[in-house]
């Protein structure tokens, strides 16, 4: 069964760092584009950052650029969204998702279920 299960969520003072966690079960990570989108009370869904199965080209938000940093670690089978200067703006619940084609601007065919980022003094 494939399966990708976030972690590392949690609440964190305006200007701390979190590092979420997405590790998949059932498949191989690093054949896969993996993107990080996240959704905050009453807003649509955003893509914030992604990095290619090709050759790990990542892309960024603007809101996060400078601020986050996508990776991944093929022997953990685990992607990384490490996440620096957080702002309050940066509160929602932040999913993981996997493509078989390419990181852009369409529907990812696995998901996981999502953990939650608390920005609050």
């Known amino acids: 069964q494939l399966q990708l299960v976030e972690s590392g969520g949690g609440l964190v003072q305006p200007g701390g760092s979190l590092r979420l966690s997405c590790v998949a079960s059932?498949?191989?990570?690093?054949?896969?584009?993996i993107g990080w989108f996240r959704q905050a009370p009453g807003k649509e869904r955003e893509g914030v950052s992604c990095?290619?199965?090709?050759?790990?080209?990542?892309y960024y938000a603007d809101s996060v650029k400078g601020r986050f940093t996508i990776s991944r670690d093929n022997a953990k089978n685990t992607v990384y969204l490490q996440m620096n200067s957080l702002k309050p703006e940066d509160t929602a619940v932040y999913y993981c998702?996997?493509?078989?084609?390419?990181?852009?601007?369409?529907?990812?065919?696995?998901w996981g279920q999502g953990t939650q980022v608390t920005v609050s003094s």
């Open positions: 059932g498949f191989t990570l690093n054949y896969w584009a």
């Open positions: 990095i290619s199965s090709s050759d790990s080209s990542t």
């Open positions: 998702a996997a493509d078989f084609k390419a990181c852009g601007d369409h529907e990812y065919d696995y």
